[in-house]
């Protein structure tokens, strides 16, 4: 496992039912390898299904696409966001991603959201 470095999460509308970009910055203390599974949890309550193939954007030019997979698997009831790593990363470099969800019908309250990773 690995140590996260400040991260943050940020979500582009609150608004019931839109689509909605949420981006986070993550760092880690050590390396990725390739083939490390970076796992998201606690956006849940989307209406977006289940899928393993949620398009994953680099962000702000961070170099996230150069080490991670551009495509995740999303768990829409746990809401939880699997992303693979495919080149080694940096330790202490900022990684920043967004994607993209719909909100659910109604208000949801805020989430928490835990960032763990894991080799394969």
Do not use: C, E
């Given at each position: 496992n690995f140590i996260a470095l400040p991260n943050s999460i940020g979500q582009s509308t609150p608004f019931p039912c839109a689509m909605n970009t949420?981006?986070?910055t993550?760092?880690?203390d050590v390396p990725l390898v390739p083939g490390?599974?970076?796992t998201l949890t606690g956006l849940s309550g989307t209406?977006?299904?289940?899928?393993d193939m949620m398009m994953v954007n680099d962000a702000g030019g961070s170099g996230f696409a150069e080490v991670f997979?551009?495509?995740?698997?999303?768990e829409q009831i746990n809401g939880t966001l699997i992303l693979e790593?495919?080149?080694r990363t940096i330790a202490g470099k900022q990684y920043e991603f967004n994607f993209t969800v719909q909100n659910p019908p109604c208000d949801?309250?805020?989430?928490?959201v835990m960032i763990m990773a894991a080799p394969v």
């Open positions: 949420i981006t986070v993550m760092a880690t490390t599974m970076v209406n977006t299904t289940t899928t997979s551009p495509m995740a698997y999303w790593v495919t080149s949801a309250p805020g989430a928490t």
